[in-house]
């Protein structure tokens, strides 16, 4: 049926019509520069399923602040430097926060921070930012102590262990006692099962939940998946659910409900969202922090200084913690090199500028925050707490912070995830320090936050 010229015909066919529809669709992104489009975009799609957004952003960062990259049949505006990452931020207005990510997130965590925009995310984010504000974060100083001291002391010495699967049982119970004051006591296996049911890898099954919804919108809806939701989120929000019932009814989040700021139901969903934006991100940071301390001795062993003058072996104050400034370099020098959110994405609702760039209304615009947030100082792959000097201590604390977003909808648990930070470097260095095995970090350059969860270490006997 088919002869010959048909072999010939049917190809020129789809290359007339690929011509055709680059010539129309990237007339409206001619002015933005980026790679010539590839025959249906297939070199530029090679290029992201061998790195993702971070390869996309090593490939063709070149090309300058705001690029054009199509994928396959689609066309990306990918953000790369740093002020047009702010910039874009910043402008909430023509920027909106909303995209694919949260529209799939409707269907885990509708009504909450994560999903809102205007008037019901500013009530949301203004009721719960006293919470969350630096000043307050103090009380916890012991609590988080005390979960490290007993997370530590259940490691035998000398004997390796999965670093992750540690910094996950640490920071799912500083969050689980600092949010909701569950305590989840070692000493009880079955509330420790729990505990593990209800949180463990809760950013795989998002995540993945979020690709389906990418490829099948209907299926992610689906009865199917709608049961699977409900089941993974249970276990949580019935533990959540019991600690507020039996907390003090003058806690933040009882006054909260009683004024009428938040409902019952909205609380429940702020709570999920806390737990899957703040408990992994933490963990992983941290995982960062420590190999950073193994990785450089001559960095370790300033520490281990500043750490003795300041405390001479006792717990900090929220005072020491300004003192311990050489403390905020390591974790900031951490928080710039080893960001782990590898894409951020937004939607313009109305055409505005980004630097020179006129960006169309409803493009997509995606960008690695990973990537930007490193390469926002010069000699980027360097780690180098030293960088941050006091004359330019300001600015590039901003940029390394930068990688819990900036502007209004910046990360809300950004202290809190900096004191955790601190608190358990301190505690280790203090009691018992880790060593990472440096060769389980083989660093994968296009997925590098994956790397945390192959660390293996050893709790060193003092
Ligand atoms: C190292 C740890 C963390 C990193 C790197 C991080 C990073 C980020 C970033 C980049 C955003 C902005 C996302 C965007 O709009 O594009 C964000 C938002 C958010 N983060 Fe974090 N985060 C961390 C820890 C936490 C913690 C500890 C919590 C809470 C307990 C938390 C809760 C949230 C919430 C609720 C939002 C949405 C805020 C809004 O839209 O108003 N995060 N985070």
Redesign the pocket.
Known sequence: MFGISSYILIPLIIWLLWQIYVRTVDKKYSHIPGPKPSFLGLAELYVYLQGSFLGLSNKYGHYGPVIRVFIGPFVWIMIMDYPSYVSL?HNTRSFS?LGTVQRAAVHIVPG???I?EGPE?RR??TS?NPF?ANEELGKYISAIFDIVREEHDALESDKPFALSVWSNAV?GRV?MK??FDVNVNKKNPQEVKEFEEATNYMGDWFGFYMISYCICPPFAKSKYWQDYINKRKEPFTRIVNQSLRNADPDCFWHQLIQSGKLSWEEFQN?AV???????E??R???CWVLHSLTKYPEVKSKLKNEISTVLNGRTPTPEDLKNLKYLDKVVLET?RLH???LV???TPIQQDKIGDYLIPKDSTILFS?HYVVKNSVDHPDEFDPERFTEDNYKELSKRAL????TG???????Y???L??KLITIYLIQNGEFEIDLKTDQINPHYPIKTPRKMSAIKKSV
């Open positions: 931020y926060k909450s921070l994560f809102t995310w949301h984010r719960m969350f920071t969050i600092t949010l702020e969202t806390l737990m899957l934006a703040g408990y991100t933490t992983d940071t941290l928080m960001d782990i959110i951020g994405s937004r925050p930068s990688a819990f977003g209004p909808h910046q990360c809300i648990g950004k809190l995830a900096m955790e930070l």
